[in-house]
């Protein structure tokens, strides 16, 4: 099979990981006798350097004709006092927008080895499995009108929160899917005491969920989620929730499973998937070779399940990961004084190894 994949490096730490993630891919490509057709373009503060645009339309128009699209990261703080259309994460959302990607899929799964990197007693985060399902292209994110009008001193600042029915219907459904492929729980997450599109969405969730009698559906404010999301994690199953509440949460869930790193995500629902690691673009460590590239290679294994329906070889990289994992391979936000760290290229080459080993044995 041919995987046509357009790579997005993007910016801070994004070309590093992406390296790794593409390494991974070729590996398994090969071992399991798949074509791989790569190519990189511009997106965010790489591409305003190049052409004053956050996402230029030759990236468009190559993203649109591949079968899926690896990110690294978006975010320069060069760009920080741009308006808004002409920051990199404008760049991100367009991105998103153009590719129809409604459909956020961000699990968080704690792998047994990283028992000392939780903040949080083994006996609680241990078997922690979740699937954050965030809708993705409505909310307070892109909602109108947004605006910051007057003069300083004075000035006020509107962004609008808007949902349509079919909108979280859509999202929905997919949360329920999944919840059938998974442990049949859906916890659909708002803040229906006080927001009028929570209450929206709680009553369209609910209509929606007696579609799946199979399911065991629950809503939860998310305040009192969050709260539960570290006292409980092991009982979450699916999570179900709009845009900014879900980008919080999932950043949330990194930490309960030992670190951000760690997250990978699938944007899916239009033609194209698009999958990236859940991390920010981290300028701080930036080019330093030690930003943790296993969320962009898991999300590498999000892609062959999700826009390849190849199955086995997605098992394969998650398998060469806990492996990596179990023998003692550890970035330095993992690092602990029993496990030294490595550099982001030793990783790699860690999760190349066990892929390898992973794949001869399923041959």
């Known amino acids: 099979m041919l995987l046509k ?3 997005l490096p993007g910016d801070g730490i994004g070309p590093e990981v992406a390296e790794q993630a593409v390494l991974v891919l070729h590996s398994v490509a090969e071992a399991f006798g798949h074509q791989l057709e790569v190519q990189n373009k511009l997106i965010g503060g790489a591409a305003l350097t190049a052409c004053n645009d956050p996402l230029p339309p030759d990236t468009i128009a190559a993203c649109l004709a591949s079968s899926a699209v690896l990110l690294g990261a978006v975010g320069s703080p060069a760009f920080d006092h741009n308006p808004s259309q002409l920051r990199p994460e404008a760049g991100l959302l367009r991105i998103r927008r153009e590719l129809g990607a409604y459909a956020n899929l ?3 799964i704690f792998f047994s080895a990283l028992e000392d990197c939780s903040p949080l007693r083994p006996e609680i985060v241990r078997g922690t499995n979740m699937m954050i399902v965030r809708e993705l292209l409505g909310g307070a994110y892109f909602g109108q009108p947004r605006s910051i009008e007057g003069n300083p001193g004075s000035r006020v600042a509107v962004n609008t929160m808007r949902y349509g029915e079919s909108e979280i219907e859509r999202i929905a459904r997919v949360a329920f899917d999944l919840a059938m492929k998974r442990r049949r729980k859906v916890l659909s997450v708002d ?6 599109c929570s209450r929206l969405w709680r ?4 209509r929606v969920g007696k579609d799946y009698p199979e399911v065991k559906v629950a809503h939860q404010y998310v305040d009192s989620a969050a709260m539960l999301l570290v006292q409980r994690p092991t009982e979450f199953d699916v999570i179900l929730t709009e845009n900014m509440f879900g980008d919080i949460l999932s950043d949330q869930a990194g930490g309960v499973v030992g670190s951000l790193g760690l997250l990978a995500s699938a944007s899916i629902g239009g033609p194209v998937g698009l999958y990236e690691p859940v991390h920010g673009s981290a300028p701080d460590i930036a080019g330093k070779g030690i930003a943790n590239p296993l969320g962009a290679i898991l999300s590498v294994a999000m892609m062959l399940r999700h826009s390849f329906h190849m199955e ?3 098992a394969c990289v998650e398998s060469a990961v806990s492996a ?5 391979a550890r970035t330095s936000d993992l690092a602990s004084k029993t496990h030294p760290s490595i550099s982001t ?4 080459r860690k999760v190349l190894e066990a892929v390898r080993t992973a794949a001869s044995a399923s041959a």
């Open 5 to 7: 994949i357009i790579v």
């Open 106 to 108: 961000r699990p968080a």
């Open 191 to 196: 803040k229906a005491n006080v927001l009028e």
């Open 203 to 206: 009553e369209v969730v609910t």
């Open 312 to 314: 086995r070889e997605a």
């Open 324 to 328: 990596a994992l179990s023998q003692g």
């Open 345 to 348: 290229a030793e990783m790699g």
